[in-house]
């Protein structure tokens, strides 16, 4: 079964309330999408841990043939650090 873009962003959001989300449908077949995640919760962490954050966040959709998401490509980063004027 194929997973809307709808809902791979609720869930996101769902762990990173204050994430910038964007999803974009790749084949336009409901199961393989593209995924940029910006959020403060990335600052510090490497890549790797950042994308099994966000496939925690997804709780299994992506887990073996049976899954609902066949192939997710995400690209995560903390934010821009904000330069202080003085």
Known sequence: ????????ERMI???F????VEIKDLAGDGNHYAATVVAE?????SRVKQHQMVYA???GKMDGPAG???ALAL??????????EG
Not at 41 to 45: D, T
Not at 75 to 84: I, L
């Open 1 to 8: 079964m194929a997973m809307q873009a709808v809902e791979i």
């Open 13 to 15: 959001r769902e762990a």
């Open 17 to 20: 309330p204050e994430a910038t």
């Open 41 to 45: 919760a990335f600052r510090g962490i």
């Open 57 to 59: 966040a997804l709780k």
């Open 68 to 70: 609902e998401l066949h």
């Open 75 to 84: 690209t995560t980063r903390a934010p821009a650090a904000q330069k202080e």
